[in-house]
């Protein structure tokens, strides 16, 4: 008698009987989008929101930063922000999940309102430039 069929996500078939999707599919799922840090085999470490994975441990981070080891980092040096990178599977030495932040995503700073009213006292012209009449400067404009 056949196995069934593979799926795509390397388990088999769903049907009747068949349980979900295999445990390893389910711890992956619930890391997408968290932080991880990764220990390279050159001593970089990477960190940022897990993507993805495929079959040759190969992982995609977004958001990365590059962070050098001990030793070639100047004191008080950056991390280079890297955005979405690949990290090859075999230099991978150690993923560890980053603690969530308390009390859920963290918290970004909110931006000023845009301020849309026209202050009363400035003057504007033909070229829809405007011009503070105390010191008769030209105020560029940005959209």
């Not at 619930?30 to 970089?44: E, F, H, K, T, V």
């Not at 050098?68 to 008080?76: E, N, R, V």
């Not at 026209?118 to 008769?136: E, F, G, H, I, V």
Request: proline residues 13%; contains cysteine.
């Amino acid at each position: 008698m056949a196995d069934p069929p593979e799926e795509a996500g390397g388990g088999p078939a769903a049907g009747p009987g068949v349980a979900g999707p295999p445990r390893g599919r389910q711890r992956l799922e619930a890391l997408l989008n968290r932080s991880l840090r990764i220990r390279m085999s050159d001593g970089r470490t990477l960190v940022g929101a897990f993507l993805c994975t495929d079959r040759q441990s190969n992982v995609i981070l977004g958001s990365a930063q590059e962070f050098l080891k001990a030793a070639d980092a100047f004191p008080g040096s950056e991390p280079r922000v890297l955005g979405l990178a690949m990290v090859p599977g075999h230099h991978i030495v150690s993923i560890e999940v980053e603690p969530p932040y308390p009390g859920g995503t963290p918290k970004t700073p909110e931006r000023p309102q845009k301020h849309t009213e026209r202050p009363q006292n400035l003057l504007m012209d033909p070229k829809n430039q405007l011009r503070d009449p105390k010191t008769t400067q030209w105020i560029p404009q940005t959209n």
